[in-house]
């Protein structure tokens, strides 16, 4: 959606590209993985609820995650309001900015869509009620690309027709997934509304927030590569090659992320079963079967390295510059494909608080600064920078939740998931 969006802004002209790309990727990007981690504590807890048939729990659960993610929202709107003085401060030239600052504003609406949707996500994922999901996602695909052609094309609203017809996009979404929970579709979970959603919001905080830091950590972690890369000399040419081999690492990345997801569920749903042993093997299958994956694409980056940036660009320098960072993306590929998935079981066993303390002393305190030495002090350049965030930050973390995963006690994991469905239950 945000592809078929940026594709009839960028007819607009290059100051409208810039402001919906912006926009979408500075100021929506941020609040997005923070809320969306937010929502991946539903994974832990209607995973291990729906394992231990405790099945009314999930209801309760999701609108608890409902009022905890708007009054998120609400909190995060100053990014929207101030976005124009936030990216002249950044250094954006003013016409980009202030054009960003609109189209930020008539985003607010999408803003609200993922505290409604994310949950319905969660909620209907740990019930491996994955289809309706697909489904609906195609569905909002179609009214997009319909939207984004009435209100650009034949309306003329220009970039905030563009803006209006991603919320609208948004907001299908979320709207099939309640209309599909709520009429019938999951009647063990969904029992209705209630007051009782009110009670322990404390620590349903805690647990949220702890989520939305371990899986925000991350994300914004590569976006910090790129604003670095910035700063170099010959900059433009670094950030072209970096933006291709990023965005061919993004592509990939959508089956890690499948593996994150589908283990974050069998794990909480083995986990609330009380099956310790059950959730070991799915971690181990899963584990594997990501694994060999990233080496297939690994050595398929490493054969192709001359010729990957032809999808993007003709530039002979482009070219020579992908082909020199090649090996980093091969590496990077390599390590996303078990990291992702070692996440998907810390999000299954309630470990996101420890694991954002690991994330940020990786990746903030040893990786960021092992690349601003090499790339900097030692003159290395990107490859600098990207190396020491890779083997400083991605490599070192991976090392110690593989570590903290195999010597695991799982059947402790199980106790432990028990008294957390046992605490969390509804009187």
């Given amino acids: 959606m945000n592809i078929i969006t940026q594709a009839f802004a960028g007819h607009l002209g290059d100051v409208q590209l810039a402001a919906i790309s912006i926009a979408n990727t500075v100021i929506v990007g941020f609040n997005f993985g923070l809320l969306?981690?937010?929502?991946?504590?539903?994974?832990?807890?209607?995973?291990?609820?729906?394992?231990?048939?405790?099945?009314?729990?999930?209801?309760?659960?999701?609108?608890?995650?409902?009022i905890v993610l708007f009054l998120w929202c609400f909190l995060l709107l100053p990014f929207y309001v101030f976005a124009t003085p936030l990216l002249k401060l950044l250094g954006l030239p003013?016409?980009?900015?202030?054009?960003?600052?609109?189209?930020?504003?008539?985003?607010?609406?999408?803003?609200?869509?993922?505290?409604?949707?994310?949950?319905?996500?969660r909620f209907l994922q740990s019930q491996l009620r994955t289809q309706v999901l697909v489904w609906v996602s195609f569905v909002g695909l179609g009214v997009n690309a319909a939207t984004c052609w009435?209100?650009?094309?034949?309306?003329?609203?220009?970039?905030?027709?563009?803006?209006?017809a991603l919320d609208i996009s948004w907001w299908v979404l979320?709207?099939?997934?309640f209309w599909y929970t709520t009429s019938g579709w999951c009647p063990a979970?969904?029992?209705?509304?209630?007051?009782?959603?009110?009670?322990?919001?404390?620590?349903?905080?805690?647990?949220?927030f702890a989520s939305g830091l371990m899986l925000c950590l991350e994300n914004w972690y590569y976006r910090i590569l790129i604003l670095m890369t910035g700063h170099l000399e010959n900059a433009t040419l670094a950030v072209d090659a970096l933006s291709v081999c990023m965005t061919i690492n993004g592509w990939e990345m959508m089956i890690p992320l499948?593996?994150?997801?589908?283990?974050?569920?069998?794990?909480?749903?083995?986990?609330?079963?009380?099956?310790?042993?059950?959730?070991?093997?799915a971690t181990v299958v899963a584990v594997i079967q990501s694994t060999l994956i990233g080496v297939i694409f690994c050595g398929m980056i490493v054969i192709f390295r001359d010729k990957l940036s032809f999808i993007f660009?003709?530039?002979?320098?482009?070219?020579?510059?992908?082909?020199?960072?090649?090996?980093?993306?091969?590496?990077?590929?390599?390590?996303?494909?078990?990291?992702?998935?070692?996440?998907?079981?810390?999000?299954?066993?309630?470990?996101?608080?420890?694991?954002?303390?690991?994330?940020?002393?990786?990746?903030?305190?040893?990786?960021?600064?092992?690349?601003?030495?090499?790339?900097?002090?030692?003159?290395?350049?990107?490859?600098?920078?990207?190396?020491?965030?890779?083997?400083?930050?991605?490599?070192?973390?991976?090392?110690?939740?593989?570590?903290?995963?195999?010597?695991c006690d799982w059947e402790k994991q199980a106790e432990k998931a028990r008294a957390r469905v046992q605490k969390w239950s509804t009187p």
């Fill in 36 to 66: 969306l981690g937010m929502a991946s504590a539903l994974e832990t807890l209607c995973g291990q609820a729906f394992g231990a048939k405790r099945y009314e729990q999930l209801g309760m659960y999701l609108q608890r995650s409902w």
């Fill in 94 to 121: 003013d016409e980009v900015a202030e054009l960003s600052g609109v189209v930020a504003l008539w985003l607010i609406p999408l803003h609200f869509s993922f505290a409604f949707q994310f949950p319905l996500q």
């Fill in 150 to 164: 009435l209100f650009v094309h034949v309306l003329e609203f220009g970039v905030v027709g563009a803006a209006i």
């Fill in 174 to 177: 979320g709207l099939g997934l």
């Fill in 189 to 208: 979970t969904w029992t209705g509304f209630s007051l009782e959603a009110f009670a322990g919001l404390w620590d349903f905080v805690k647990l949220s």
């Fill in 258 to 281: 499948a593996f994150l997801a589908a283990t974050g569920v069998r794990v909480s749903n083995e986990l609330g079963a009380g099956n310790g042993k059950a959730a070991k093997f």
């Fill in 313 to 407: 660009s003709s530039s002979p320098d482009v070219l020579r510059e992908v082909d020199h960072l090649a090996f980093l993306l091969a590496v990077t590929i390599l390590l996303n494909s078990i990291q992702p998935v070692l996440s998907g079981v810390a999000v299954g066993s309630g470990w996101q608080a420890s694991v954002a303390y690991v994330n940020l002393a990786c990746y903030y305190v040893i990786g960021l600064p092992l690349g601003a030495v090499l790339g900097w002090v030692f003159n290395m350049g990107v490859v600098g920078i990207w190396g020491g965030m890779i083997f400083g930050g991605t490599f070192i973390q991976t090392v110690i939740l593989a570590i903290t995963t195999i010597n």
